[in-house]
């Protein structure tokens, strides 16, 4: 992967100039990427005597609170004393990571940074299609994570061996949840040899992964099993999959935020599945999940069908209709893809 040269001296202008305040922004339901590259980050900017406050918009899911630092970032829906708030008005720099337009982060956050700060903003991201607004932008959909992306920042302005144990321990998770545990179509040779060097820090790796995917609560695997044995319908000669819980099933099982995670990929386990969905319900929404194998474009799908995007093979949007109609509209929307030859 290729950083631009010119970003990473804009960069350099903006990060090595004194001490300044700066915010490290992540996005709404923060997953093991959004909290990794903004932990490493953070700290790759206090080494240079910057003081870092890291936001997200809501609590990061149960599994990932032994991540070292998570305790310091604020969670902006908890956030009483209005810390959020304050660290936005003095910030001097803001850092969006992860996620590529302001309008992915839930109001009031996103009007706070749309507007209550003249501090420059610098996207890090891996989504696609991101708006022009931000002052400089590392805006790569190819990487596999944003975790990756950091590690690149930081090995490009610092060099690899700047690279701390506890950056590599949080980096290592963002790569590792992003790409399935590296088996999604994003690896290349160059992530290797960026995981190489973060191995070599002494990380345990096998504790990582035990902490992130064996750290489940018995009413996740109860609500997993229940949802593929019952809930999971298949349509065009069992390519296509798609599954829904309602608050009342999730009620039921124990429901923590983070239980459903993964759930979406599990279709994609038969093989001749092609595309996979999940629906489901929280107070306000519908949150849809999509996930599909090789050609077939679930980011398209989403920004076509459900009003939001990702990537190709990994993508998520809303539905403010009710789950028997946002399933209709869904099964409408994959006779259409398929006529179009999209599927
Ligand atoms: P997940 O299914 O894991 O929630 O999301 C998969 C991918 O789709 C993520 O990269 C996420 O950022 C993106 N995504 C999920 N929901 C939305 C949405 O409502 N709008 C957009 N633009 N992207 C979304
Ligand atoms: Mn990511």
Known sequence: MNISQENIL?????VECGPRNVVVLSHTNPDGDAIGSSLAWAEALRAKGHSVTCIVPNRFPYYLEWMTGVEEMVIFKDDKQQRAAKAVREAEL???????SLQRL???????IATNTTAKRVLIDHHLNPPQEFDVMFSHPEASSTSYL???VVEALWGAESVTARQAEVLYVGMMTDTGNFSFSTLTPDLYQSLAVLCAT???IPQIYNNVYNSFTEGRARLFGYTINRKMRTLRKGTV?????TEEEMRRFWFQQGDSEGFVNYPLTIKKMRMSAIFIEH???????????????VNLFASRYFNGGGHKNAAGGKSFVSMAETIAHFERAVDEFAKEGLL
Do not use: Q, T, W
């Not at 803001?94 to 590529?100: A, K």
């Not at 839930?106 to 706070?112: K, V, Y």
């Not at 999959?241 to 819980?245: D, K, Q």
């Open 150 to 152: 950091i590690y690149k």
């Open 241 to 245: 999959a798609h599954m829904s819980l």
């Open 94 to 100: 803001i850092f969006c990571l992860d996620f590529h």
């Open 202 to 204: 002494g990380i345990n």
């Open 106 to 112: 839930d109001a009031p956050l996103s009007e706070l």
């Open 10 to 14: 804009a960069l350099r202008g903006l």
């Open 283 to 297: 107070k306000e929404f519908i949150r849809v999940s999509l996930r599909s194998r090789g050609e077939v474009d």
